[in-house]
């Protein structure tokens, strides 16, 4: 089979998440990464839990790229970075507006020598409107961008979700845009900038609680329910939790049958979310959470076991979908990492290869893409431009 993006390689100037994420992307679909880091590596390599020194989440995001180690801000390094520039389709960057520029490397500047070059900023406030020199992590983007707001229960300050929403899903809306911009290019030869701000793309994933600002008290958060639906929570079990969510006028009879309640229209459910929460706890605490499930699939109302990470990890369906995958590390030995999101009958998605070692492709690379010889990476190598093997 053949991958959509096989034909296409991508350089990554990126770090952190939303950057690095986005060219793992395009990886499953096919692509080709060539990853540039400092001859340090990039600062991520060292957060959090470790695998013999290295980051787990380097590993899942770094996952299919050719690494490549290169001092970019000395002259030598950056002539290799245009050489590079000039044999890509696509450069990811996610760099704080304003600091490719500094260092010489704008779309107008790498545009010159690439004008077909698809080049893609992810930031955090974009590069453009009076927040664009703001610093930004996920959580920042999610304090600004009014989810934080929306999270937790009323009595209770704001919480930030549980995951790198803004990253992740910035990272996420960066692919749709290259792939978009690769189809433009493939129609018409012209290149362009893409300018992704994750506090955009948070806003829209709050799109639901906008349509409630004209109304008395605004969108506001309350737990695990909706602002006019009911009912929908989470209802402990004599052994665990599940969460139930009604979204239509069947399911909502569904539930005032199993709950021997009196029916009522939709719209008027959320009126009765006291009612129906009260009647849900009642029910759900006589029974396991496997009867509980089971009496709510018969009966056709939407609900699901709350489960944790380790649960997920061992299911059945996480492995039967594929989303975890076991990879040999050449250090480490087999890795249990997130497989491809990108699943079709012609391209299940490809999880070729472990995250690269610091400039393990560095010679490779310049040597099959651009001819250097080895004189002059040995030369390269010697003079501290780059680094790896």
């Not at 080709?32 to 390599?45: A, D, Q, T, W």
């Not at 229960?153 to 996420?172: H, L, Q, R, W, Y």
Request: negative net charge; aromatic residues 6%.
């Amino acid at each position: 089979m053949s991958a959509p993006l096989s034909s296409i390689r991508v350089l990554e100037l990126g770090a952190y998440t939303t950057g690095p994420l986005s060219a793992r992307y395009l990886s499953n679909l096919g692509a080709e990464i060539l990853k540039v880091e400092p001859l340090k590596g990039e600062s991520i390599r060292g957060f959090a839990y470790k695998i013999d020194g290295v980051s787990y989440i380097f590993h899942v995001h770094n996952l299919n790229k050719r690494g490549l180690a290169i001092d970019t801000m000395v002259e030598d390094g950056k002539a290799a970075l245009f050489d590079l520039v000039r044999n890509v389709d696509v450069l990811i960057e996610n760099f704080a507006f304003g600091r490719m520029e500094s260092w010489g490397l704008s779309y107008e500047e790498l545009s010159k020598v690439n004008p077909g070059l698809v080049y893609c900023s992810l930031s955090g406030f974009g590069h453009d409107g009076p927040y664009r020199d703001m610093r930004a992590f996920d959580t920042v983007i999610q304090g600004m961008a009014g989810v934080m707001s929306l999270t937790g229960a009323a009595d209770f300050p704001p919480t930030k979700i549980g995951v790198s929403s803004a990253d992740n899903v910035g990272a996420a809306t960066g692919t749709m845009a290259i792939v978009a911009a690769l189809h433009h290019k493939r129609r018409t030869g012209e290149g362009q900038h893409i300018n992704i701000s994750m506090h955009d793309v948070q806003g829209w994933m709050s799109s639901e609680a906008w349509a409630y600002l004209a109304t008395p008290d605004g969108p506001v958060r309350d737990g695990n329910h909706h602002a006019s639906l009911a009912p929908q929570n989470l209802y402990e079990t004599s052994d665990g939790m599940i969460v139930i969510e009604v979204e239509t006028q069947r399911q909502l009879d569904a539930t005032t049958a199993l709950l021997d309640l009196e029916t009522g229209r939709l719209e008027d459910a959320k009126s009765r979310e006291a009612e129906f929460d009260e009647a849900l706890l009642a029910w759900a605490a006589a029974r396991s959470t496997d009867a509980a499930l089971g009496e709510c699939q018969r009966h056709g109302i939407p609900a699901a076991k709350v489960q944790s990470m380790a649960e997920i990890a061992e299911s059945p369906h996480t492995w039967a979908r594929d989303m975890l995958v076991e990879l040999e590390h050449p250090v480490s030995g087999p890795l249990k990492l997130l497989g491809s999101p990108f699943k079709s009958n012609r391209a299940p998605g490809v999880v070729a290869r472990t995250a690269p070692d610091i400039g393990q492709d560095t010679r490779t690379v310049l040597s099959e893409l651009l001819g250097y010889n080895e004189e002059k990476l040995d030369a390269l190598s010697k003079n501290g431009v780059i680094g790896g093997t």
